[in-house]
């Protein structure tokens, strides 16, 4: 009943019958029970768990005389494990014992050790072998033992994919060449032979440790190859390739051991399926000297661009001491449809108590080509990110002081802007557990796609305030001409809390300017807004129930449309016809063919044969050419040349 209340689902038969008899002995403070006389029989047989077979075990111990002979048996598990020996029951107690096992295998343990028994195991592992112990078992310091594993193996089991189709990756095999010795002799363990092997891996080891005399020198030499190529046959999300290879000594004492050597990194290739980076061509020597490890020279590559990695890391008095340096010259890093190319200057410097992470990041390029515009960027945004509740001390200590600039030559690539030019002057400050941004970024000049429409950038700027927190506050300024009407758009605010202002000449209320924008028609019957009250200020999420039920509508469509046809803006354009009027519904189709010539086509649901199909050339951003099939089937060709007149 005990058994099962601490292991629920556990059943079987537990025999013993035993006759003991015993002294006490007390030596300098110590009670020691001395076994005089011992018979015992004990069995566990039918043993299952959560109804499966686990096996059976046995022991007996007789004494004759002064000498007492035990042996054990068991399948748990369908191993086999041997055990016999005898003691004398006198003096120091002098033992001598063997032990067989055969056939221990993970993959049968695992449904009664594991949380999830009906989950297969994602890796194999199989030990078989046999050891020995000699000498008084009152004076352990005095005893021999040894250990041989005549097999040690361990594979990974690929696991078939959900889909019926092949594995997620092939068996890889670590298995001992030779049996792995290893001897005790009065405290001193000595591995005598230790040689495993697989797929372009060698790793070998010999040496002894003393863990009785803390003090006492140890030496342990370890030599190990490992092709990279391992990584990929774990799993098919790696791309790898190369070689690592170690050769080091420990050496000094058990309780201050030091580490000299090397590790060194050979045409090293290294990709993840979802990792924005990896590695390429990585080659370099890390120097292990005592408690240092010195970096010499190590080089890479990583998106397109080249890295270089210099410095130390110390260990002592259990504490972490490191001084690194990094410099990328031109990498690429693609995030959530953005590629950055940058150029950067980082230094670490500091312990796990208290560190310091400066430098200067450039950044070269950027390029968008997601499938959302400006508008959806700002939506997706205004959710705030979701802070750790307990970070790590390490990242807690860590302090930022990082430059991030925008290059003189910055390029701007995008299918959702014609011209963008951009300045950055920022710093990334806090903590790496809460980081923080203070600088501005601003538009010089641009002309984009802002909710689906052309506008230039009156003014655009991106200001940092917060050293313990990353909240951009927006003021940007948007200009656009649609059927001789003069669009400007306000967008300002924090990211969480933006606010739309709105206007127009002639002056438009906000449902006609939402209707000009939607369908590229003016209305019919424009009103004046100054015989209108005062228009407020519009949240992201009050722009007018044609905008949000058009967005209800459109948005999961417009994805799907556009990878299949390449389209540059799809929009269901809901009209309503007053309160509680029948609503009516055009589609816009939009694909920019070049960075000034635009084509549209737009359809009225409402009526057939009714299409509206417009080519826009825009010569330059004063002069354009607009050539139109309307409604009723008429072709006109108009010119448009802006000026300002002061």
Do not use: C
Not at 312 to 331: D, H, I, Q, T
Not at 516 to 537: F, R, V, W
Not at 595 to 615: G, H, K, M
């Amino acid at each position: 009943v005990h058994v099962q209340q601490q292991k629920p689902g556990m059943a079987g038969t537990l025999r013993l019958a035993a006759d003991l008899s015993a002294n006490l002995r007390e030596q300098n403070g110590n009670r020691t029970v001395l076994i005089s006389n011992l018979n015992a029989d004990a069995s566990a047989n039918s043993l299952r768990v959560n109804n499966r077979s686990l096996g059976e075990a046995n022991f007996a111990a007789h004494t004759t005389g002064s000498t007492l002979n035990f042996r054990f048996d068991s399948d748990i598990a369908k191993s086999r494990i041997h055990g016999s020996g005898d003691s004398q029951l006198a003096g120091d107690y002098p033992v001598r014992a063997t032990l067989t096992f055969a056939n221990i295998k993970y993959s049968n343990l695992a449904p009664f050790i594991s949380s999830e028994p009906e989950v297969q195991p994602t890796f194999d592992a199989l030990v078989e072998g046999r050891a020995s112990v000699n000498g008084p078992v009152l004076n352990t310091d005095a005893m021999t033992a040894r250990l041989e594993l005549t097999t040690l193996e361990a594979q990974t089991v690929p696991h078939a994919s959900p889909t019926g189709g092949p594995a997620r990756a092939r068996s890889v095999v670590l298995h001992n060449n030779g049996p792995i010795i290893v001897a005790i002799n009065r405290s001193i363990v000595n591995v005598q032979q230790l040689r495993i092997e697989g797929p372009g891996t060698n790793i070998t080891a010999s040496g002894s440790v003393n863990f009785k005399n803390t003090r006492a020198p140890l030496r342990l030499d370890l030599n190990a190859t490992a092709n990279l190529n391992l990584l990929q046959d774990l799993d098919k999300d790696f791309y790898s390739s190369g070689a690592v290879a170690m050769n080091a000594t420990v050496h000094g004492s058990f309780s201050q051991p030091l580490l000299n050597g090397r590790i060194e990194l050979k045409n090293a290739n290294v990709n993840y399926a979802t990792a924005p980076n990896g590695l390429s061509n990585g080659n370099g020597v890390i120097l292990l000297n005592g408690t240092n490890a010195t970096i010499q020279n190590l080089t890479g590559e990583s998106g397109g661009g080249k890295i270089t990695m210099t410095g130390f890391v110390g260990y002592e008095s259990s504490n972490l001491n490191f001084n690194l340096r990094a410099a990328a010259s031109k990498v690429r890093v693609r995030y959530s449809g953005i590629s950055a190319t940058s150029s950067a200057a980082i230094m670490a410097i500091g312990n796990i108590h208290r560190s310091l992470i400066r430098g200067t990041v450039t950044v070269q390029r950027i390029a968008y080509g997601s499938s959302g515009d400006v508008g959806s960027i700002l939506s997706g945004a205004s959710t705030p990110p979701s802070v750790p509740t307990a970070p790590s001390p390490l990242l807690s200590a860590m302090r930022l002081d990082i430059r991030i600039l925008t290059a003189p030559d910055l390029r701007v690539v995008t299918t959702y802007a014609n011209r963008l030019s951009i300045q950055a002057n920022l710093t990334l400050r806090g903590t790496a557990a809460t980081p923080g941004m203070v600088g501005t970024v601003r538009v010089t000049d641009g002309q984009l796609v802002f909710f689906g429409n052309t506008y230039t950038v009156n003014t655009g700027t991106i200001a940092f305030y917060d050293p313990n927190a990353i909240q951009p506050v927006l003021n940007i300024s948007l200009n656009t001409i649609a059927q001789n009407v003069t669009v400007t758009l306000g967008v300002s605010g924090p990211i969480n809390n933006l606010h739309l202002s709105y206007s127009s000449d002639p002056p438009l209320t906000f449902q006609q300017i939402v209707e000009l924008l939607a369908t590229n028609t003016t209305p019919n019957d424009p009103t004046i807004a100054s015989q209108q009250p005062a228009p407020a200020q519009q949240s992201m999420t009050q722009m007018g129930e044609s905008t949000v039920l058009g967005q209800a509508v459109a948005n999961p469509l417009a994805s799907r449309v556009q990878r299949v046809f390449g389209i540059t803006q799809f929009k269901i354009d809901p009209s309503f016809q007053g309160s509680g009027g029948q609503p009516t519904a055009r589609v816009t189709l939009q694909q920019k063919i070049a960075n000034n010539i635009t084509f549209t086509y737009i359809e009225d649901l409402s009526q057939s044969n009714a299409e509206i199909i417009r080519v826009e050339w825009a010569f330059s951003p004063s002069l354009s050419a607009v050539a139109m099939r309307d409604f009723n089937g008429n072709v006109s060709l108009e010119v448009f040349y802006r000026f300002k007149k002061r």
